[in-house]
């Protein structure tokens, strides 16, 4: 199904996903009516990396993401993906969402599926049962915004 998602620039006003396993779920369950994806082409941005001693003292730099990097981030995404019981995403790509009209902000959305994943209860809480509870959660918020 990764396949029906558009591909094309960014829209004016929506949001980035993260390059993590919950911006995977996002895309997901917001579905291809919601989710533009753009290629990434090559990557030049800085990252920060911190290494901690077994003593406790840490060192930090900023280093240039390497193609390395990135694949680590795709395989770690599609790692998520599959335990969740979802298709690995095509690699190579940024995704880009609309907001659903009754969020106020990027900040919100995040806020709103970090708040349904603290609600989750313990019993539930696997890799599978977090990724229907976050699906769910991201689905209610268009449904919703498609009524007002």
């Not at 990135?70 to 998520?80: H, K, P, R, S, T």
């Amino acid at each position: 199904m990764w396949d029906t998602y558009p591909i094309g620039n960014r829209p004016l006003g929506w949001i980035e996903l993260s390059e993590n396993g919950w911006g995977a779920i996002a895309a997901w369950f917001a579905g291809p009516e919601n989710v533009v994806r753009e290629p990434m082409g090559k990557r030049t941005d800085l990252i920060k990396v911190t290494c901690e001693t077994a003593g406790g003292a840490t060192s930090s730099w900023t280093d240039t993401i390497t193609e390395a990097d990135v694949q680590d981030i795709e395989d770690g995404i599609d790692e998520y993906l599959l335990d969740s019981g979802l298709p690995a995403r095509p690699h190579g790509y940024r995704w880009f969402m609309r907001l659903p009209a009754v969020v106020n902000d990027e900040q919100d959305f995040w806020v709103r599926l970090g708040e349904a994943d603290f609600r989750m209860p313990h019993r539930d809480r696997d890799i599978i049962g977090e990724a229907a509870n976050l699906g769910s959660t991201i689905k209610d918020l268009f449904v919703r915004s498609k009524e007002l």
